[in-house]
């Protein structure tokens, strides 16, 4: 069995995609993958509009032309294994968009609480954005600021402060 299924959690190491240029984190959101089961799953590839999004086959990794990619969010929405995410930077601060599954759902203005892929606190974080993906399963995306910016390469779900 993988290392990672054993934890439940990715080290840095583990994921097999390469990252956006910095440049184009600056203009505006990119989607990445942390996808790492080769198994038959493609609406990635099927929802990008730009196709941005390919695979070789049905089995293999989405990769991403970040050339391409507009951070439509399009991709992280559909996502059935909560694998992809929005980056970006904005003026020396960290956003990211990520899925999020849980009730009850922050609003914008929230400061939450910033979780790396163990669920371990990085800091705190305010809530730019929160929209509904899916009203039956009441997934979501939530889109947060952080003061750090390259925090944006570990966060990977918030936790609401009380």
């Known amino acids: 069995m993988n290392d990672w299924a054993t934890k439940g959690y990715l080290e840095p190491g583990e994921i097999k995609t390469t990252l956006p240029r910095k440049e184009l984190l600056m203009k505006h959101l990119i989607a990445i993958s942390e996808c790492i089961q080769e198994i038959p799953c493609n609406p990635c590839v099927t929802v990008c509009p730009l196709k941005a999004i390919t695979m070789k086959d049905i089995n293999a990794i989405p990769v991403i032309d970040y050339e391409k990619c507009n951070g439509c969010g399009k991709c992280v929405g559909i996502c059935p294994g909560l694998a992809l995410f929005l ?16 009730l009850p759902l922050p609003g914008k203005g929230n400061e939450v609480y910033l979780l790396n892929r163990k669920g371990e606190r990085l800091g705190k974080g305010i809530v730019m ?8 399963t009441k997934s979501s995306l939530i889109t947060v600021l952080c003061e ?11 936790e609401i402060i009380k």
């Open 87 to 102: 980056i970006g930077i904005k003026n020396g601060k960290g956003i990211i968009t990520l899925p999020y599954e849980m």
């Open 129 to 136: 954005r929160t929209v509904i993906v899916n009203k039956q």
């Open 148 to 158: 750090n910016e390259d925090d944006i390469y570990h966060i990977r779900n918030i």
